[in-house]
């Protein structure tokens, strides 16, 4: 099956710095990705769709201006947090679809991220 | 928009008990189903899905029927393992769009 990658998997850094997270789909093209975040035992919470060549779409409450998505090829999206708090510690989720009409979305492993 | 109501847990089960997660779902037109699993600290995998009504999907023992009568996509195994301890996500999907997920259930498997 199709397989999206994140890196890094982990990250720790401090509050006021930027963090970039990326988001790769291996073996298939991807103009549109997903990025969503997921607090401990919580289900995971959409923040935007990445979208290849054009401007990101953000769910209503989450600060485009802080979280920055570049979606630049076919193959890779990133997510920068910029100035960073310790509230932005979460997990970090991007997904995938390959668009052959099953509708399926690939997972990446997750990016968690700890502000200190 | 399409929404899902799932099984609340977290649910507590003996090993090698019979598993039932409930889920129940509301779509425009005709969508695909899919249960996706969450093992602690990792993304999500895909556990298995169904396209059409009345299609089973399977994988790993787990079981689940596109029930387009009663909008149900119900999660089964007759004998659930320790390994099998994790959260379980059902959702519905009708294009190449986000999947809406409800909270989750999360399952524990005592030996």
């Known amino acids: 099956g199709a397989v999206v990658s994140q890196h890094p998997s982990w990250v720790i850094c401090k509050s006021g710095t930027s963090v970039k997270i990326e988001c790769r789909s291996l073996d298939f093209q991807a103009t549109t990705m997903f990025w969503y975040r997921q607090f401990p035992k919580q289900s995971l919470m959409l923040m935007a769709t990445s979208n290849e060549g054009s401007k990101a779409t953000y769910e209503q409450g989450v600060e485009k201006d802080k979280f920055l998505i570049n979606h630049a090829s076919l193959t890779l999206s990133t997510l920068t947090v910029t100035s960073a708090h310790p509230e932005d510690s979460s997990f970090y989720i991007c997904?995938?679809?390959?668009?052959?009409?099953?509708?399926?979305?690939?997972f990446g492993p997750g990016t968690r991220l700890t502000v200190t | 928009g399409d929404s899902v109501t799932q099984m609340e847990g977290p649910v507590t089960l003996s090993e090698e008990a019979f598993l039932t997660i409930n889920c129940t779902y509301t779509?425009?037109?005709?969508?695909?189903l899919f249960w996706y699993v969450q093992y602690p600290g990792e993304g999500l995998q895909l556990l298995l899905k169904?396209?059409?009504?009345?299609d089973k999907g399977s994988n790993k023992g787990f079981e689940a029927t596109y029930r387009k009568e009663t909008t149900s996509f119900h999660l089964e195994k007759g004998s659930v393992q320790v390994s099998d301890s994790a959260v379980y996500f059902c959702?519905?999907?009708?294009?190449?769009?986000?999947?809406?997920f409800g909270k989750g259930t999360r399952l524990s498997v005592i030996a």
């Open positions: 169904a396209t059409k009504a009345d």
């Open positions: 997904s995938a679809g390959e668009g052959d009409g099953t509708y399926e979305q690939y």
């Open positions: 959702a519905p999907s009708s294009g190449n769009t986000p999947l809406v």
């Open positions: 779509a425009t037109g005709y969508p695909s």
